[in-house]
């Protein structure tokens, strides 16, 4: 479908409909922001700086789990705060990213320790060359393995591996290597994995739309060139509407999809389709971004 090609209203959810769950959809953000506890805002915040794919040979022997030769993401980026735990990532918080993503279970890393001496609990682990003396390490390790269980997610790969290397100075900048064929689908899976890690650690849960965040990546990953509206994946991926619509949204603000707006006729109401994005998003990309507005 053109960008120039009509939509009937009937493709979508009902245009009424769309544009409602839209406006909901922002005004529970708005509120959510308005309840929000501003200092834990401003205690974690990730920032993406640049994105360079490619074999990235300098690093292959650093983890012998690397396929040789293979694609990886290499993303710098800066990770404020996560000052307030003295001891890697807060405990309350870990059951909560093992309902999210049940698959940690089985990761293993830094000379094959296990989940919790290598993610939650970095002064105890041994193999590991960065030192304890920046928090952001944790995070930034953490965020590691959640993206690695995204990119599985979203492309049904069986395996994946990753690696996180620590500046001297500033020491709250990282480069974070995760093995994936497609640029972009290491740049969403980074995107939704912050998005998820930074809600849980500051409001205790997950964001609304994140069940669908990978289920919704594959399916355009699927259809590269198709323009879609909403009630196009709606019918085709089934399941809670409002869900589908705040995967779609976040998606499009991590540059993962591209949102288009437009009017069927005169009356003025403003709807969306959403296309996979051909590049990378725009950098610097900080995280969490501003979705009320």
């Not at 409909?17 to 953000?29: I, V």
């Not at 994936?180 to 409001?203: E, K, M, N, W, Y």
């Amino acid at each position: 479908m053109s960008d120039r090609t009509p939509v009937p209203p009937s493709a979508d959810f009902l245009p009424n409909r769309s544009e409602t769950l839209r406006e909901s959809f922002q005004e529970k953000m708005r509120l959510k922001g308005g309840r929000r506890n501003r200092g834990d805002e401003a205690r974690v915040q990730i920032r993406f700086l640049s994105m360079e794919h490619g074999p990235h040979p300098e690093v292959q022997h650093l983890n012998d789990r690397f396929l040789p030769g293979s694609e990886k993401l290499k993303t710098t980026l800066d990770v404020l705060g996560g000052e307030g735990s003295s001891d890697g990532i807060p405990a309350a918080a870990v059951p909560r990213l093992l309902e999210v993503f049940p698959g940690l279970t089985r990761h293993r890393c830094c000379g094959g320790n296990d989940l919790h001496s290598t993610l939650f609990h970095r002064r105890s682990r041994s193999g590991c060359a960065l030192p304890p003396t920046n928090h952001g390490t944790d995070l930034c390790h953490l965020l590691e393995h959640l993206a690695m269980e995204m990119v599985a997610a979203v492309t049904g790969a069986r395996r994946c591996s990753g690696l996180t290397c620590g500046y001297r100075t500033p020491p709250n900048r990282f480069d974070l290597f995760l093995e994936c064929p497609d640029p972009r689908v290491g740049a969403v899976a980074l995107s939704c994995a912050a998005q998820i890690l930074h809600s849980l650690l500051t409001q205790g849960y997950a964001p609304a739309g994140s069940p669908r965040y990978a289920e919704a990546a594959r399916y355009f990953l699927g259809r590269p060139r198709s323009v879609l509206n909403p009630g196009d994946v709606l019918a085709d991926m089934q399941g809670d509407p409002d869900q589908l619509e705040d995967a779609l949204k976040f998606l499009a603000v991590a540059g993962f999809l591209e949102e288009q707006r437009f009017t069927f006729d005169f009356s003025g109401a403003i709807l969306f389709r959403y296309r996979l994005a051909a590049v990378l998003p725009a950098f610097p990309v900080d995280l969490p971004p501003d979705l009320g507005t």
